[in-house]
């Protein structure tokens, strides 16, 4: 059976963010898959200390919330992220927790989705930060006839948002359907980092050879 985990970045607890992956999750769950649900409010992740060993170890070396979410992003074949947006960005919480996690967590095969509630403006920008996380974790983005935004203040506003129910409801499906896919004949996707003596020197890629 396919897993199906959702990951809300919102730093206040049933927001319209949650509500928006909640609904994917449910429409998952009537596809067939195993859902499980994750609010970072309910989670103690303390900023990165560049400790730089969690790459080699496979987990954190910080006590805290943050490995027990890898955990359960590591069982999972589809990942849904979502956060409000604050000033143009994703919350301070959810960009803490993709700088932590993009350190060490392997996530390259798994179906990732993302979803941002905007009061105004900033969507854009926000979900960007999202997807950039995903593509450079290696993961399958499926796409939607609606934009994976939502517009609310108000704690339940996001309910009057019926293109983003709808979008959310949708993406949850698709996410459902590619992560069965994938349990049943996974994807051969090995994690082939770049050799560091690979990486461009910014400032001298201009050089050519003499």
Same mark, same amino acid.
């Given at each position: 059976?396919?897993?199906?985990?959702? +990951?809300?970045?919102?730093?206040?607890?049933?927001?319209?963010?949650?509500?928006?992956?909640?609904?994917?999750?449910?429409?998952?769950?009537?596809?067939?898959?195993?859902?499980?649900? +994750?609010? +970072?409010?309910?989670?103690?992740?303390?900023?990165?200390?560049?400790?730089?060993?969690?790459?080699?170890?496979?987990?954190?070396?910080?006590?805290?919330?943050?490995?027990?979410?890898?955990?359960?992003?590591?069982?999972?074949?589809?990942?849904?992220?979502?956060?409000?947006?604050?000033?143009?960005?994703?919350?301070?919480?959810?960009?803490?927790?993709?700088?932590?996690?993009?350190?060490?967590?392997?996530?390259? $095969?798994?179906? $990732?989705?993302? #979803?941002?509630?905007?009061?105004?403006?900033?969507?854009?920008?926000?979900?960007?930060?999202?997807?950039?996380?995903?593509?450079?974790?290696?993961? +399958?983005?499926? $796409? $939607?006839?609606?934009?994976?935004?939502? #517009?609310?203040?108000?704690?339940?506003?996001?309910?009057?948002?019926?293109?983003?129910?709808?979008?959310?409801?949708?993406?949850?499906?698709?996410?459902?359907?590619?992560?069965?896919?994938?349990?049943?004949?996974?994807?051969?996707?090995?994690?082939?980092?770049?050799?560091?003596?690979?990486?461009?020197?910014?400032?001298?890629?201009?050089?050519?050879?003499?």
């Amino acid at each position: 059976m396919a897993r199906v985990l959702g +990951i809300s970045g919102s730093n206040r607890q049933g927001g319209n963010t949650s509500t928006l992956v909640e609904t994917a999750l449910k429409a998952a769950e009537e596809f067939g898959a195993d859902i499980d649900f +994750i609010e +970072i409010a309910d989670v103690e992740i303390t900023p990165c200390k560049h400790g730089l060993n969690c790459y080699e170890l496979g987990r954190c070396i910080q006590n805290d919330g943050l490995n027990s979410i890898i955990e359960k992003m590591s069982k999972a074949h589809g990942i849904i992220f979502g956060s409000p947006v604050h000033y143009s960005s994703v919350t301070s919480q959810m960009k803490n927790f993709i700088d932590r996690a993009g350190r060490f967590a392997h996530l390259e $095969g798994k179906v $990732g989705a993302a #979803f941002v509630v905007a009061r105004k403006s900033g969507a854009d920008t926000a979900l960007n930060q999202l997807i950039f996380f995903m593509l450079v974790k290696e993961m +399958i983005i499926p $796409g $939607g006839v609606s934009w994976p935004i939502g #517009f609310a203040l108000n704690v339940g506003d996001i309910r009057n948002d019926m293109e983003a129910m709808r979008m959310a409801e949708q993406t949850g499906r698709r996410v459902a359907a590619l992560s069965d896919i994938i349990a049943k004949l996974p994807v051969p996707w090995h994690y082939e980092p770049r050799p560091p003596d690979e990486k461009t020197r910014f400032g001298d890629e201009w050089r050519t050879a003499d």
